[in-house]
């Protein structure tokens, strides 16, 4: 078995040592997505596309995949021929094959003008998560980016912002935000503590806050010194309101203010799941799709539970678990054993 492990693993090996799902339902987007959108299908292909018919059938193929998502729900609408146009794109069958989820939860949250055909085409043939390289098993669909569960529980970009949250942390303006890349929540339960979220918030992108910030400001620095000159003016007049006697409604008020960066809580973080859909990883050369294991051996390993490389929620393909084999030790008995 030591030997087996050391060497290059096949598949049957790595599915003794690996399992492929949890006990745990995380509460996504995808527990929450609405029932498929009605898909107008016309059954009668009597009109054409009118100055679109001159071109070759490849050619508009290209063009349409260059489209933003809504774009091209739109135009598909059109008729019976366009529907079949697009039902032709070779990225849009994949899609549709293996990313169907993905592709609702973009028009559920209204992000598809943000997001073309071809990148989340290029987004489904990715494997690993953007910030860490592990697999990743989810989309972020507010940008359309690849990420695995422990980044996107944890890292700065996959925490989509209120507008009141993006304008303490950024100094942004309501109509700066409008043109920000924004998302619609869909109200639900998320996140596996199970938050339940009855309103539709709107929520933009981190990054693109943050990069809008900057750009607004000059550098990071003045930013960050304008936030903070805020900050600093709004806990001097709270702890003024505080030094006064209460009166009347505005003394209840006081308790409900909140400082700078007391909304996150990580994976305990409902926003973090509203944008996040389970995707499998599509290899363009095989044409298999995956959707990653885990390793038997990190399943029971507490000592490590919030750390990598020991960490259960990590998810692996069978070509780099030979890499976590040599790293954290063989397997024996459901546990690694470093030599
Ligand atoms: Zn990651
Ligand atoms: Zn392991």
Known sequence: MEEQQESSL????????????????????????????????????????GSLDILPLELLQRILSQLDLRTLTDFRRVNHL?????????????????????????????????????????????????????????LYILTCKRVCFLC??????????????????????????????????????????????????????HDCARRAGITLYGSVTVMEKHVSDIAGQKLRQYRERLSQPPTGPSASTTRHHRTEGAFDGESGNPLRFMAII???????????????????????SYDSYRNRPMHFRRKFTVDVFNEHLRQCGRIENGKHHPD
């Open 82 to 138: 366009a529907l079949q146009f697009v039902a032709s794109i070779p990225q849009y069958k994949a899609i549709i094959t293996h990313a169907s989820d993905a592709l609702r939860g973009i028009l559920s949250i209204e992000t598809g003008r943000w997001i073309t055909c071809e990148t989340l085409y290029t987004m489904l043939c990715t494997r690993e998560c953007e910030q860490c390289g592990d697999f990743g098993g989810y």
């Open 278 to 300: 389970r995707t499998p990883w599509l290899n363009r050369i095989s044409q298999d799709v995956e959707l990653g294991s885990y390793c038997i051996g990190c399943e029971r």
């Open 152 to 205: 996107f529980t944890s890292e700065q970009p996959y925490l989509p912002l209120r507008y009141i949250h993006a304008t303490r942390k950024f100094g942004l303006n309501r109509q700066i935000l409008d043109t920000l890349p924004q998302m619609r929540s869909i109200p639900g339960i998320y996140s596996p503590n199970q938050k339940k979220c009855r309103h539709r918030l709107t929520l933009v992108d």
């Open 10 to 49: 096949d598949a049957s090996q790595f599915c003794d040592l690996t399992y492929p799902r949890l006990r745990i339902n995380d509460f996504t987007l995808d527990e929450n997505i609405p029932i498929p959108p009605d898909y107008h299908i016309y059954t009668s292909p009597k009109f054409g596309l």
